[in-house]
């Protein structure tokens, strides 16, 4: 029986990855643990993909950012459902931010607990069970926009740019115990944290299309890819350009408004 856990499942790219995965697991059985702050609409995912592709879920309720009560869930899944095969740190959060904005500040402390410090606390309380089995991955999702800094994007850019280096450390540390991780990191995926934004997005993928494509990279254990591959691409060229030349063109940049916003 596959055992999937992934977190920000109420929405967006965690709602698409669920929903992708009961596809593509319609023919075996799947237990999926899902984790957001939205329990209306996990209940809604819960009975959808039970309904279409007869995929089983246990609901969490639970803000990454609570360590205890991330940990009570991940308890209360291995005790009814068993040790996941699968962990996706799912759970994000993007808002235009300014330092010069001391109102900002709560705003750059939440983008960073959710983005770097929820995905700490979603797998820390599944390792030393995971390290007991054949097969173990833990999957992270990071952002293309951790690979260079954007203005108007300081939290976020920095949240991912910090998630990207965690997993990598986290890689290296799972070795020995026989866990796989990949970094995942998404170029522009249409959901409701890119809905918001009032400029072009170069390769604007679809989440469905996205969630095909990261399935995939997961069954092939991949270490760290960039979806779509046009901005795989893209992202090597932004890694060779000067700080120089960096600054002259990003100052123009568009930013992401500063909106008051909640997270799923």
């Known amino acids: 029986m596959k055992k999937i856990f992934i977190t920000g499942a109420s929405s967006g790219i965690g709602a698409a990855l669920v929903k992708a995965y009961a596809a593509h697991y319609r023919q075996e ?5 899902l ?12 009975k959808l ?9 246990k609901v969490y309720t639970v ?35 300014l330092t010069e904005h001391p109102e900002d500040i709560a705003a750059f402390q939440a ?4 983005n770097v410090m929820g995905m700490v606390h979603t797998f820390s309380p599944f390792i030393n069970t995971m390290a007991k089995q054949k ?10 926009a951790g690979v260079r800094g954007l203005p108007g994007a300081g939290a976020y850019s920095a949240s991912k740019a910090a998630a990207i280096k965690y997993l990598e450390s986290l890689r290296v540390e799972m070795k020995p115990l026989n866990i796989d991780v990949t970094t995942v990191a998404p170029g522009y995926i249409r959901t409701p944290m890119t809905d918001i934004n009032q400029y072009k997005m170069p390769f604007l993928m679809e989440a469905d299309v996205f969630a095909q494509k990261f399935i995939k990279a997961i069954e092939r254990k991949r270490r760290f890819v960039i979806i779509p591959w046009q901005m795989a691409w893209l992202s090597r060229l932004m890694r060779l350009v000067p700080p120089f030349l960096w600054d002259w063109i990003m100052r123009n940049a568009p930013h992401k408004q500063r909106t008051e916003w909640d997270w799923l």
């Open 29 to 33: 059985t799947v237990t999926f643990g």
């Open 35 to 46: 984790l957001g702050r939205n329990a209306q609409a996990l209940q809604q995912l819960a």
């Open 49 to 57: 993909i039970n309904s279409d592709f007869n995929a089983n879920a």
């Open 63 to 97: 803000d990454v950012r609570e360590a205890k009560a991330m940990q009570a869930a991940a308890d209360d899944f291995m005790t009814a459902i068993g040790t996941p095969n699968i962990v996706i740190a799912s759970a994000g959060v993007s808002r235009g931010t």
């Open 111 to 114: 983008v960073m607990d959710i």
């Open 135 to 144: 097969q173990a991955q833990l999957v992270g999702i990071a952002s293309v």
